[in-house]
């Protein structure tokens, strides 16, 4: 299934918009700054919600990751992102989320500025996740995530890896 082309902005590490570029662009290696959003999706008893991505996807396939995740498109805001993110991916619209923290994600395929924030809905939210991007998702506690990290940390994704352990600190 072919992807739509999406246009995004290339930004320096600053934020600093420069020009727009094609998704094919900013994900063929170029190290074109790009930005995304991440959430944290809690449910009020203390369950943090996790993605396992589709097999079907390019970047890190069959892997755990975190509640939602996705690129902001050009003209877009990070929180107009999110809102779009949340409800494409979980079938949820988000009322309220908190800003975290933001950092710089390079892998082999792309640079993003990443922005993560954390949100929380109602134990009884029915989640119906987009099964074109999503194959399984589940609430865990944070000592399943740990325990599951320690016994197979290569099934979850790299950045995932490095954002529970600077959340959890």
């Known amino acids: 299934m072919e992807e739509e082309q999406e246009i995004f902005e290339v930004i320096d590490e600053s934020g600093i918009f420069i020009r727009t570029a094609t998704r094919e662009e900013c994900h ?6 790009h930005r995304a959003v991440h959430c944290f999706v809690f449910n009020d008893r203390g369950g943090l919600f996790l993605q396992k991505r589709s097999k079907t996807k390019i970047i890190q396939p069959g892997k755990w990751d975190i509640s939602i995740g996705g690129h902001v498109l050009a003209k877009e805001s990070f929180e107009e992102a999110l809102i779009r993110e ?4 979980l ?4 009322k309220t989320s908190d800003f975290l923290y933001q950092y710089i994600w390079k892998c082999q395929r792309e640079t993003e500025l990443v922005r993560t924030y954390e949100t929380t809905i109602p134990f009884k939210t029915k989640i119906v996740w987009n099964t074109n991007e999503i194959d399984d998702g589940k609430f865990w506690s944070t000592e399943e995530i740990l325990m599951a990290i320690e016994k197979a940390p290569e099934t979850f994704t790299p950045n995932f890896l490095y954002e529970i352990k ?3 600190g």
């Not at 949340?86 to 991916?89: G, M, N, R, T």
């Open 28 to 33: 063929s290696g170029s190290n074109l700054i």
């Open 86 to 89: 949340s409800k494409e991916e």
């Open 91 to 94: 079938g949820l619209l988000l």
């Open 166 to 168: 600077r959340f959890i």
